[in-house]
């Protein structure tokens, strides 16, 4: 009996904040927040990711998601079938390829880019949402003054409005979610997720890289750490790194060309420098500075 009731109450609950959800996202998501440990406050964060893409204005030109407008625009007219889509992802040796087919799949449905981008939205809010509970589910009681720090700034890192970056951010919360997934519940069916993130950005193939060195080498928690401390002192040269880079296969080696040349990285500092304070102080937080 007392089951029961508990999961009539648990079902009311659903049912109260979808409806709150409706009338005031944001509130939803507060209320959930403050009731985290109920099952259903991590849906919460999950449709506000949706609802967020729908809502989402590109106020950049220069901004990543017009590259992904423009395909998707361009799926919409071109009305391509299966066969000749799948075609073009191989003249384009386009290994990355998950965005392009979810661009490809909404367009056989829908012209509105807003849609395309609640669809995106609700990927993304699902993986986010799922990992920032799945780091709250590592503390038993409730979360001290750091651990609480912790949460605030992970939930922070790739949070709902990378949505304009999209494939990177995308990427990252699915690594991390196959990651966590295996290292900490032992779920072997983990890794599928941490394989197929760099079929949504290739530059998770080094995560992936990484992660084997780490699985060879064994939790060397001390050594890693120190490595991390050498990396905040070092700085790359370029040029020399990107001719490190002949062993790739063509594809990588044109993809990576793209971020390590010196062309790109003014461009990304006058794109930081026109961002409004909150897009300025994100980035520097991210780098440290």
């Known amino acids: 009996m007392y089951k029961n009731i508990d999961i009539q109450l648990k079902s009311s609950n659903s049912i109260y904040i979808l409806l709150v959800f409706l009338l005031s996202p944001l509130l939803a998501v507060y209320i959930s927040v403050l009731n985290y440990k109920e099952t259903w406050a991590k849906n919460s964060v999950f449709l506000f990711s949706g609802f967020f893409g729908y809502t989402f204005v590109i106020g950049n030109k220069g901004s990543d998601i017009n590259r992904y ?31 392009p087919l979810l661009s490809y799949l909404a367009s056989s449905f829908t012209e509105n880019f ?41 939930s922070f890192l790739f949070a709902v409005w990378d949505i304009n970056v999209m494939r990177f951010s995308l990427a990252s919360q699915i690594f991390f979610y196959g990651i966590f997934n295996k290292m900490i519940y032992k779920k072997k069916w983990g890794l599928l997720f941490v394989f197929i993130s760099p079929f949504i950005h290739f530059s998770f193939f080094i995560a992936i890289g990484v992660y084997l060195i780490y699985i060879l080498l064994g939790n ?12 905040l002192t070092i700085s790359f040269n370029l040029d020399v790194f990107e001719n490190q880079l002949s062993f790739l296969p063509q594809t990588y080696i044109e993809k990576s060309e793209d971020y390590i ?15 409004n304070f909150r897009g300025k102080f994100y980035q520097s937080s991210l780098n440290g500075q």
């Open 220 to 231: 060397l928690t001390k050594l890693y750490f120190v490595c991390f401390l050498v990396s």
């Open 69 to 99: 407008k423009n395909l998707f625009e361009m799926h919409c007219k071109m009305h391509l079938g299966v066969k000749d889509f799948i075609k073009t992802l191989i003249d384009k040796n386009n290994l990355d390829f998950i965005q």
């Open 114 to 154: 807003q849609v395309f981008l609640m669809i995106i939205g609700l990927f993304f809010g699902f993986f986010l949402s799922r990992n920032i509970w799945n780091v709250l589910s590592l503390a038993s009681k409730k979360p001290i003054w750091y651990g609480l720090l912790f949460v605030i700034v992970f």
């Open 261 to 275: 040349n010196e062309d790109y990285q003014e461009l990304k500092v006058k794109m930081t420098e026109n961002k």
